[in-house]
């Protein structure tokens, strides 16, 4: 089936690097990951502990909002639901907001997505790779290690998160980093939406 390449993308088989700050230096005895916010308990684990968990193995297009497009990226992760699994959420949390380090603030980058569209097995936790022109290895420092969330293709690229350190759940949707800076909320890559409209409040940041 010919794939679909979204409206103002190019396509590329490189992966370029792009993110805000500095690259994480990973030391597994200071990293942990935190599930939080409207939940019953909150749960923090180690990194041992996340990669105790199940494994899933997912092709996953990716679309950035700069305008390159690479189809066909395996990556090998720990899928969204099943840190999901791991905590009872409160009634009516229809969002989270997924976070990352920046520039030494473990929770300084985030970006908000709808619960309902990280159930499958494209929504993943990732830390290795595979394309057919690389065999499998490590994500590098610079595209996320230890841990980088890969959003569905129905967003673009942004909506992940590089050094990924937890997830909060929210009953009410909530601009994350870039979205306090202009872009889309909801940042569908078929739809264009790049930035947000003129009537979006982005509020302080």
């Known amino acids: ?3 679909q390449l979204p409206p103002g993308q190019f396509e590329t088989e490189k992966w370029p690097v792009l993110h805000e700050g500095d690259v994480y230096e990973f030391q597994e005895d ?3 990951f935190r599930l939080f916010g409207d939940v019953k308990k909150e749960i923090t684990l180690s990194y041992k502990e996340v990669m ?3 494994k899933t193995i997912a092709t996953i ?6 305008t390159w497009s690479k189809f066909d990226t395996t990556f090998e992760g720990i899928a ?5 699994n791991l905590v009872e959420i409160e009634r009516d949390v229809k969002y989270v907001k997924i976070y990352g380090y920046l520039n030494g603030d473990r929770f300084g980058y985030s970006a908000n997505l709808p619960l309902e569209a ?7 936790f990732v830390y290795r790779w595979k394309d057919k022109n690389h065999d499998w290895q490590d994500i590098s420092p610079k595209h996320g290690y230890p841990l980088r969330f890969i959003p569905p293709a129905s967003f673009y690229l942004w909506k992940g998160a590089k050094w990924a350190s937890g997830i ?11 979205e306090k800076r202009g872009y889309s909320m909801t940042a569908n890559p078929f739809k264009e939406e790049r930035f947000a409209d003129a009537n979006f409040d982005f509020g302080e940041f």
């Open 118 to 124: 990280l159930l499958g097995d494209d929504a993943l």
């Open 1 to 3: 089936m010919e794939k």
């Open 61 to 66: 297009d990716m679309h950035c909002v700069t």
């Open 30 to 32: 200071t990293w942990n």
């Open 52 to 54: 105790d968990l199940p």
């Open 80 to 84: 969204f639901r099943e840190f999901l």
């Open 168 to 178: 909060r759940f929210m009953k009410e949707d909530e601009a994350g980093y870039w």
